[in-house]
């Protein structure tokens, strides 16, 4: 049985969809309140969204498009959401109505990219520098780490008191 991509394409709908309900119901201020940690540098719900947006449009551009993926400066953390969160397409982005937007729109660019794969191409391994996976591995390996972001924010807001997601 081959990858399905319909089932990816619901899989990803699903925990987008889930992170723009917490965000639509959220207070518009507390996108970039971060929790009072002593010698710490933990991110905010903003640089969540930003980061999974980045790496949501990097992987699709690298994997299913074709083009080269952009890094951030080698002067930042390379792993930290915060790094990844001041590049790509929405690393300008404030306000919560145009991170919503962004969402939705590399979803639809996304959702495109992945129907015109060839059925045949997907168990092809690709060494992406950080991970060697085959094209449908990194589809899940995305999946996972948007849900794993969407957790990040559910945390974020159980700091701030709001217990509405978790």
């Known amino acids: 049985m081959g990858f399905d991509v319909e089932h990816a394409i619901s899989r990803l ?30 991110t905010n719900i903003s640089e969540q969204i930003k980061h999974s947006l980045d790496v949501e ?41 145009d991170l919503m937007a962004a969402i939705q729109e590399t979803a639809q660019r996304t959702t495109e990219l992945l ?3 060839p059925s045949d191409g997907w168990d092809v391994e690709i060494d992406a520098g950080f991970a060697k996976k085959t094209k449908a591995g990194f589809i899940d390996m995305l999946i996972d780490h948007w849900w794993y972001h969407v957790g990040q924010i559910g945390y974020i807001q159980r700091l701030y008191g709001d217990m509405s997601f978790g």
């Open 57 to 97: 449009h990097g992987m699709a551009s690298h994997m299913l498009a074709g083009e080269s993926m952009e890094a951030p400066d080698s002067g930042h953390d390379y792993f930290a959401s915060s790094t990844w969160a001041q590049v790509g397409p929405a690393a300008e982005l404030k306000a919560r109505d």
């Open 115 to 117: 129907r015109k794969q």
């Open 13 to 42: 709908d699903e925990v987008r969809g889930f992170c723009l309900r917490m965000l639509k119901e959220m207070p518009e201020d507390k996108m970039d309140w971060r929790p009072p940690i002593d010698g710490a540098d933990p």
